[in-house]
T-cell receptor, first 112, second 113 residues
Framework: GENVEQHPSTLSVQEGDSAVIKCTYSDSASNYFPWYKQELGKRPQLIIDIRSNVGEKKDQRIAVTLNKTAKHFSLHITETQPEDSAVYFCAATLGGGFKTIFGAGTRLFVKA | NAGVTQTPKFQVLKTGQSMTLQCAQDMNHEYMSWYRQDPGMGLRLIHYSVGAGITDQGEVPNGYNVSRSTTEDFPLRLLSAAPSQTSVYFC????????????FGDGTRLSIL
């Protein structure tokens, strides 16, 4: 079946450094790629998303890039802060646009 | 505006028992879905619905039933609970149309002994 692979599974950075999380997807018809942040014991919450007609999108310290040819997309967090520590999930909607498949998650630790 | 409300928050069942996890949303969202979250495996889609009366299977549908009689409610039923169904269950909803972000509930932590 279709899948989304996410790397790394764990990422530890020093406060102020950048963090990059990478995902690949298998369904070439996917058009929507959201990223969710989940703090311990909480619900996943959307932090940024990108659609297939855009190559890059930024929102303050967070940016996402998409390479449709390579079926690859990435999350970039600059100037990391301790409150960025959480699990981050990438996802892709399958070609029909209603089924969302998630990556396995990346646990980000930001050390003060 | 409560968003997506899941009940109960915690539940312990014995193997073989049945149970319904409740999910309700007050945002008039057409699309609703159920996920299970297990350590190291992300969120896996169980069932989803694109509107009242319409449901479909996700990645891991076995052992679960759903129905969608109203826009607001999307219950998930476990007919005969098994230890492998021990997990955290999240319900989510999104507005009408393809390729939309999802709003999640707070989750139900389910343990099956």
């Amino acid at each position: 079946g279709e899948n989304v692979e996410q790397h790394p599974s764990t990422l530890s950075v020093q406060e102020g450094d950048s963090a990059v999380i990478k995902c690949t997807y298998s369904d070439s018809a996917s058009n929507y790629f959201p990223w969710y942040k989940q703090e311990l014991g909480k619900r996943p919450q959307l932090i940024i998303d990108i659609r297939s007609n855009v190559g890059e999108k930024k929102d303050q310290r967070i940016a996402v890039t998409l390479n449709k040819t390579a079926k690859h997309f990435s999350l970039h967090i600059t100037e990391t802060q301790p409150e960025d520590s959480a699990v981050y999930f990438c996802a892709a909607t399958l070609g029909g646009g209603f089924k969302t498949i998630f990556g396995a998650g990346t646990r980000l630790f930001v050390k003060a | 505006n409560a968003g997506v409300t899941q009940t109960p928050k915690f539940q312990v069942l014995k193997t073989g028992q049945s149970m319904t996890l409740q999910c309700a949303q007050d945002m008039n969202h057409e699309y609703m879905s159920w996920y299970r979250q297990d350590p190291g495996m992300g969120l896996r889609l169980i069932h989803y619905s694109v509107g009242a009366g319409i449901t479909d299977q996700g990645e891991v549908p076995n052992g679960y039933n759903v129905s969608r009689s109203t826009t607001e409610d999307f219950p998930l039923r476990l007919l005969s609970a098994a230890p492998s169904q021990t997990s955290v269950y999240f319900c989510a909803s999104s507005t009408q149309g393809r390729d939309q972000p999802q709003h999640f509930g707070d989750g139900t932590r389910l343990s099956i002994l």
